[in-house]
């Protein structure tokens, strides 16, 4: 039944990716939470895991979106770090 409303709820919104339960469960533990910054030992306990090391296989998923955050972090530094123009008229 679950899988059915998922389905019904995916086609509502337009999205085209089989859902189930797992699809779901992976996306709430990936985008929506570690993406988010909760905690890897609070997402192990929300989807009931009793060792750490099987949420971490999500938390792989993730990897490189922390790449990409500092990548972007780095290019806010130096955008701060330049000094802006002087573009005033000065008569």
């Known amino acids: 039944m679950m899988n059915r409303t998922l389905k019904d709820i995916a086609s509502a919104c337009g999205i085209r990716k089989k859902m189930t339960f797992h699809t779901a469960r992976h996306t709430f533990a990936t985008s929506v939470s570690l993406s988010f910054g909760v905690?890897?030992?609070?997402?192990?306990?929300?989807?009931?895991?009793?060792?750490?090391?099987?949420?971490?296989?999500y938390a792989r998923v993730i990897?490189?979106?922390?790449?990409?955050d500092?990548?972007?972090?780095?290019?806010?530094?130096?955008?701060?770090?330049?000094?802006?123009?002087?573009?005033?008229?000065?008569?």
């Open 39 to 57: 905690q890897i030992d609070t997402v192990s306990k929300l989807l009931g895991h009793t060792k750490l090391s099987t949420t971490q296989i």
């Open 63 to 68: 990897e490189k979106k922390v790449g990409e």
């Open 70 to 91: 500092m990548q972007n972090l780095m290019d806010v530094m130096e955008s701060k770090n330049k000094k802006p123009n002087d573009s005033r008229v000065i008569s």
